[in-house]
């Protein structure tokens, strides 16, 4: 037969060792059956100190895991669940909750249910004051109630009660939980029957109270610390891209970029599309952002300041007070305050671009200019030391030259000289006024091909131009290149006097009208000759024929072939000859009457030359 102690060991019921008793007793006399039950009286207490113990065992060890997680988990939502979960479980109630005070409405509102039967009830909201929740929430003490329904001493209201019926909550022990003194919410036990709560139950409630408030507070540490962490990543990220910014518009003004670099820096930086417009409004880089800025301009350029506009911004170029262009950014979201910095810094560096680059021209075009007047005018000295300095200002005019004289009309004088300084350098030549009109030299040989390139630049620019062209193999070394640009500024002069504004034109478009309208001296008449029949003339003095004879008869008699034989004494089949050698030598077209009247003048101003 087992003894109190094996029934201890054994953790058996308490009918167990009423039984033991009762069979222990049989037979036994007075004296031994009162030692029997002192010995069940103890046996019976330590069974029910062992159940305390192991009810304090579980209480603290449920205490533990809850303060384990406390350290494990960020998550207040988590941390608050199991909190009401675990108490649930400890205090073996129906339902535990937990409210928050909400301040703004002076309200305290569920925040975490854990055996809840209704929604209604999840969602519930107790004025401070109301009910047991709402006074432990406001007065910071644990209040319990035996039957809810029945206890006067709180505050009725009817949805109040109609949640709490539906819920068939009768006992309600709240505890506060309390923060630096202030009650920020309760936690609460249910049962769904009428029942007393002891105080050992009070205690480990008050325990999950209060960590529930750690947790509580340690949530609100660890939002304002990543917070702070989020908020610092944020400025050293703004700081990277402000100094990757500034790195990469240092760059652009070291490495002599345009405002095109610039814009491209920008447009990577501010992962944006930017363009760069002039302050007339024309698109000078980058892409047309479709948005409406334009009124948005004065302000930017008032202020200073990125001036905001309905899906981007505009930022001013300004060099002091003078406005030399607009930045326009379009960016689905909008830029922060360092993103902001960044575009004002990328117009400020626009600024000094395009002032550096206007700087550089001036400087250019001075020199240039300069260059351009000792190559055209006789007697500027040492061919070689020109040579160098044509070679300095990256020009390569060796070899067969195109000289234009350009009058420009409808644009600035400066800015068309700029347009066909421009093209020059393409060509690697040189250009810039002189005497009173736009003067290029550039190489190569089709003269109209470089007149109808100098006419689209300046049309570029606003103007339309009149253009004079002359070619010449001079190579620097001889004196040829003068002789050109004269013969460029009478072509000139001469459809200017025609009328013939926005044309272009060689002496050989032009014929016998440059001498007719011309300021000419012996030198024009040589070179009018030489253009029109100049070959044909080097053929008879090197072959020792009679071509220049030939296209004289022919011309007599009015291009018939058998006279003009019978003038020269042979046969047809010779002059037929000798017209097609002339054919060679001048180019298609030459019996046209127009070309015919030049070529006739020319023969005629030999023979009265030569007498």
């Not at 019926?165 to 009768?170: F, K, L, S, V």
């Not at 908020?231 to 891209?241: I, K």
């Not at 072509?491 to 478009?509: F, K, M, Q």
Request: charged share 25%; with cysteine.
């Amino acid at each position: 037969m087992p003894s109190f102690l094996d029934l201890l060991y054994d953790e058996a019921p308490l009918a167990a060792f009423d039984e033991h008793l009762a069979q222990a007793e049989r037979g036994l006399g007075e004296e031994d059956a009162a030692a029997l039950r002192s010995e069940y009286d103890v046996a019976l207490r330590l069974r029910d100190l062992i159940t305390r113990m192991r009810s304090r065992e579980a209480e603290l060890s449920a205490l533990y895991e809850t303060a384990s997680d406390l350290t494990a988990i960020r998550d207040v939502d988590t941390i608050l669940a199991a909190i009401v979960r675990r108490a649930r479980q400890l205090l073996h109630c129906d339902m535990t909750y937990l409210s928050l005070n909400d301040e703004s409405d002076g309200a305290s509102y569920m925040k975490v249910t854990d055996g809840a039967l209704t929604r209604e009830f999840q969602n519930l909201r107790l004025p401070l004051g109301t009910g047991l929740l709402g006074l432990v929430a406001q007065t910071g003490a644990a209040y319990f109630t035996e039957d809810y329904a029945t206890d006067e001493r709180f505050v009725h209201q009817g949805y109040i009660d109609e949640a709490v019926a539906g819920e068939q909550i009768r006992a309600i022990l709240g505890v506060p939980l309390v923060l630096d003194g202030v009650v920020i919410g309760a936690l609460l036990a249910v049962h769904r029957s009428v029942r007393r709560f002891p105080q050992a139950e009070v205690s480990l409630l008050t325990s999950f109270a209060a960590h529930a408030v750690v947790a509580l507070e340690n949530a609100r540490l660890f939002a304002e610390l990543d917070e702070a962490n989020r908020s610092l990543t944020r400025h050293t990220e703004a700081v990277d891209a402000a100094a990757l910014a500034h790195d990469r518009l240092t760059d652009v003004l070291i490495g002599g970029g345009g405002v095109a670099d610039v814009t491209e820096v920008l447009s990577v930086v501010l992962d944006a599309a930017v363009s760069a417009w002039t302050p007339t409004g024309e698109l000078e880089a980058g892409e047309d952002p479709g948005l409406a800025w334009s009124e948005a301009v004065a302000a930017a350029v008032t202020s200073g300041r990125s001036v905001e506009v309905d899906g981007g911004l505009v930022a001013a170029a300004l060099a002091g007070t003078e406005h030399v262009a607009t930045l326009v950014v379009r960016r689905e979201a909008p830029l922060d305050l360092a993103g902001r910095r960044t575009l004002e810094r990328g117009a400020l560096v626009t600024a000094l671009v395009l002032l550096f680059a206007r700087s550089v021209a001036d400087a250019e075009e001075r020199l240039g200019g300069q260059l351009l007047a000792d190559l055209l005018e006789p007697g500027a000295g040492s061919r070689d030391r020109l040579r160098d300095r044509v070679r300095r200002h990256s020009a390569s005019l060796d070899g067969p030259l195109v000289v234009a004289a350009v009058a420009v009309d409808g644009a600035d004088p400066h800015r068309a000289g700029r347009a066909a300084l421009g093209l020059a350098r393409r060509l690697s030549g040189l250009a810039g006024e002189h005497r009173g009109v736009v003067v290029a030299v550039v190489p190569g040989d089709d003269a109209r091909q470089v007149g109808g390139d100098l006419q689209a630049a300046i049309a570029a620019a606003g103007g339309r131009a009149t253009v004079g062209l002359a070619a010449t193999d001079d190579t620097l070394g001889h004196d040829r290149l003068v002789d050109a640009h004269s013969e460029a500024r009478r072509c000139l002069d001469t459809l200017l006097r025609l009328g013939r504004v926005g044309e272009v034109s060689d002496p050989a478009g032009l014929g016998v009208a440059r001498l007719l309208l011309g300021d000419n001296g012996p030198e024009h008449v040589a070179a009018f000759v030489d253009t029109m029949i100049g070959p044909v003339r080097e053929w008879d003095q090197r072959r020792g024929t009679g071509l220049v004879d030939t296209l004289e008869a022919w011309f007599a008699s009015g291009g018939r072939l058998k006279e003009t034989a019978t003038a020269l004494h042979v046969h047809p089949n010779t002059v037929t000859q000798r017209l097609d050698r002339v054919g060679e030598l001048l180019g298609d077209g030459w019996r046209e009457p127009a070309r015919s009247l030049d070529l006739q003048l020319a023969l005629r101003l030999v023979r009265l030359r030569d007498g």
